[in-house]
C-alpha cells in the first residue's frame, strides 16, 4: 500500500465559512501541484478533482455524512474517518474542516489521484500536524491491513460503484463498536428487478420488479449489510437512507453494535400483488402459505422478493439532531434543488414506524380508481381522516407511504373526485 505526504504548499485562495458560527479550524490556502487542474467549489471550500470522476449532484450525500460525522464527534469526543474510495477527497476535506475530524485515512486505488487528493487536504491541514494521511490501495486491502494492525476507526465511508458488498466484512472488522458506516449501491438495475440472480449474489436478496423499486434498492442494501454483520456477531441498525436519482444512488448510514438482532427483526420478504396494488412483509414461517388477501386467481399475480430490510428506513430522533445542526450552519431554507431542509423533514416524516415500507404512486392509485389523479395533499389528509397514517416520500415527489391498504386509497381516492 503506497502512502504519500506533501512536502511543499504555495498559497492562492482562502475559503469561505458558510456560517460565522461554524468556521473550520486550521484552514489553509492552495494552488494546485499538479497540471490537470478543474476546480470546484461546495459549501465554499474551493477544491481541485482533477481527472477524477467528481458528481455536483452528490452534494447532498456529502452533507449528510458531514453533519452525522460531526453528531459522533459531538457526542464521543473522538472522530477517526477512513474515506475508503475518496477520488478527488472531498469527502474527506470536509470531514477534516468541518466535522474536525481528529483523523482521516483518505485512501483511493488510483495513484494517479494523489496529487489531487494531497492538495486537497493540504487546505485544512499540513501534513506535518498528522491530521490526515493518502494511502493507495483496493479497499479490502486498506480495511485488512487497518484491522492487522488494530486501528479502527469510528466513522468508515464506503462510496462504492455498482453493487460491489465483498467490503461488507473487513468493514464491520475495521470499525468501532457504536460506530457508523456509510454504503453505497449504485446498482439500479439489481434494484429494479433486473437482476435477480445478480442481487442473489451481492446482497443476498432475489429482487424481481415492483413498483417501487427506488426504495427497494434502499432496502436490498440494508438486509445484505445486516446479513454479513450477523454472521460477524454484529447487529446493525439504519440511521438514514437517502435515495437520488442521478446514478441513481442508494446511500445507507448504519450503526455497528455486537450482539446478534433482536427477535423478530425486520429481515422478511416481501409481497405486491399486481391484480390489486396489495403489499406485504412475509415471514420466514409462511413462505409456503403465500397469498394475496384479495384472492386473485391471476397466475404470477403474485410477485415476492426478498428477504431484505422491511423495518423504518430512518431514526427519526437522529435525523432530528441532523436538522438541527443543518440549521445551526445555516445549510437550511435555501431555497436550492437540493434544499436539505425539505430532505431531511420528509426523511423525519417517513420514520413513523407505523409506517409499512414502500410507496403507493397517485398515478397508480388513479389508474385504479379510472379517476383523475387527486391532489396531493387532499389525498394525505382525506386518509388520515380515515384513521391512517401517511407521508410523502423522499424518494418520488409523486408518491406517498401510508399503512392505508390500496383498496381504501382507491375508495377514497373516489369520493375526492365525487365530492
Request: charged residues 20%; hydrophobic residues 35%; proline residues 5%.
Amino acid at each position: 500500500m503506497l502512502s504519500l505526504f506533501p512536502t511543499t504548499l504555495s498559497s492562492s485562495f482562502h475559503p469561505k465559512t458558510l456560517n460565522p458560527n461554524h468556521k473550520p479550524s486550521n484552514l489553509r490556502s492552495l494552488t494546485a501541484i499538479h497540471s490537470n487542474s478543474h476546480h470546484e467549489t461546495e459549501r465554499n471550500f474551493k477544491f481541485d478533482t482533477g481527472n477524477t470522476f467528481f458528481r455536483h449532484e452528490s452534494a447532498t450525500g456529502r452533507d449528510l455524512a458531514v453533519l452525522a460525522a460531526t453528531l459522533h464527534k459531538k457526542s464521543t469526543g473522538n472522530l477517526r474517518v477512513l474515506d475508503a474510495m475518496c477520488g478527488c477527497g472531498i469527502r474527506s476535506l470536509r470531514y477534516l474542516a468541518e466535522a474536525e475530524a481528529d483523523f482521516v485515512l483518505a485512501n483511493d486505488a488510483n495513484e494517479e489521484c494523489n496529487g489531487v487528493i494531497v492538495s486537497n487536504l493540504s487546505s485544512v491541514s499540513s501534513a506535518g500536524e498528522g491530521r490526515w494521511k493518502v494511502s493507495h490501495a483496493v479497499a479490502n486491502r486498506v480495511l485488512a491491513e487497518k484491522y492487522v494492525e488494530r486501528e479502527f476507526f469510528d466513522f468508515i465511508d464506503v462510496d462504492s460503484f455498482g453493487s460491489d458488498s465483498s467490503f461488507f466484512r473487513m468493514v464491520f472488522d475495521t470499525v468501532k463498536i457504536g460506530g457508523l458506516i456509510y454504503v453505497t449501491s449504485t446498482d439500479g438495475f439489481s434494484s429494479g428487478g433486473h437482476r435477480p440472480d445478480h442481487s442473489l449474489a451481492a446482497y443476498g436478496a432475489y429482487i424481481r420488479p415492483l413498483p417501487y423499486s427506488n426504495e427497494i434498492g434502499l432496502r436490498m442494501l440494508i438486509g445484505g449489510a445486516m446479513r454479513e454483520a450477523s454472521v460477524l456477531g454484529y447487529q446493525v441498525s439504519p440511521l438514514f437512507s437517502y435515495y437520488s436519482y442521478h446514478g441513481p444512488v442508494f446511500r445507507v448510514l448504519l450503526r455497528v453494535n455486537r450482539g446478534k438482532p433482536p427477535h423478530g427483526i425486520h429481515y422478511r420478504f416481501v409481497g405486491y400483488c399486481e391484480s390489486c396494488g396489495h403489499s406485504q412483509a412475509i415471514s420466514w414461517v409462511k413462505l409456503g402459505q403465500i397469498k394475496c388477501p384479495c384472492g386473485s386467481d391471476v397466475p404470477d399475480s403474485l410477485v415476492v422478493c426478498g428477504p431484505l430490510w422491511t423495518g423504518p428506513l430512518h431514526c427519526a430522533s437522529y435525523l432530528t439532531e441532523m436538522r438541527t445542526l443543518a440549521g445551526e450552519w445555516g445549510w437550511l431554507g435555501d431555497g436550492t434543488k437540493n434544499d436539505l431542509d425539505k430532505l431531511l423533514n420528509r426523511m423525519i416524516e417517513e420514520s413513523d414506524p407505523s409506517l409499512p415500507f414502500g410507496y403507493i404512486q397517485l398515478d397508480e392509485i388513479a389508474s385504479r380508481a379510472k379517476v383523475n389523479s387527486p391532489r396531493m395533499v387532499t389525498l394525505m389528509s382525506a386518509i388520515q381522516q380515515n384513521g391512517y397514517a401517511v407521508s410523502r416520500s423522499h424518494i418520488s415527489n409523486n408518491a406517498i407511504k401510508t399503512n392505508c391498504p390500496m383498496s381504501e386509497c382507491i375508495r377514497i381516492t373516489k369520493e375526492i373526485q365525487n365530492a
